[in-house]
């Protein structure tokens, strides 16, 4: 019933910028957040940014100042603009929305970033 699917990523050099793009295909009821996490191999799945239903932003420390959440709801999409990035950026990136409704919410399928040194 409801999709979220990721787009963006692909290798990039340090100092290089993307920007990822989550596009929901239904609506998602009873939104408190909508986040960013990202997991490297043999690490645990780490929450990078989130944005919450009223537009209030919260990143990692590792990030701040170098990456920027957003969403446009007229679009159905939310989107992470990643700048300066570093090779401990190295990921696969996952979009999550929750809702008061649904456990754990809802994911996207994830999409590789790699930088380069």
């Known amino acids: 019933q409801v999709q979220l699917v990721e787009s963006g990523g692909g290798l990039v050099q340090a100092g290089g910028s993307l920007r990822l793009s989550c596009a929901a295909s239904?609506?998602?009821?009873?939104?408190?957040?909508m986040n960013w996490y990202r997991q490297a191999p043999g690490k645990q799945r780490e929450l990078v940014a989130t944005?919450?239903?009223?537009?209030?932003?919260t990143y990692a420390d590792s990030v701040k100042g170098r990456f920027t959440i957003s969403r446009d709801n007229a679009k159905n999409t939310m989107y992470l603009q990643m700048n300066s990035l570093k090779p401990d950026d190295t990921a696969v990136y996952y979009c999550?929305?929750?809702?008061?409704?649904?456990?754990?919410?809802?994911w996207g399928q994830g999409t590789q970033v790699t930088v380069s040194s």
């Open positions: 999550n929305v929750r809702s008061l409704l649904v456990l754990d919410g809802y």
């Open positions: 239904g609506i998602i009821f009873s939104i408190s957040a």
């Open positions: 944005i919450t239903s009223g537009g209030w932003t």
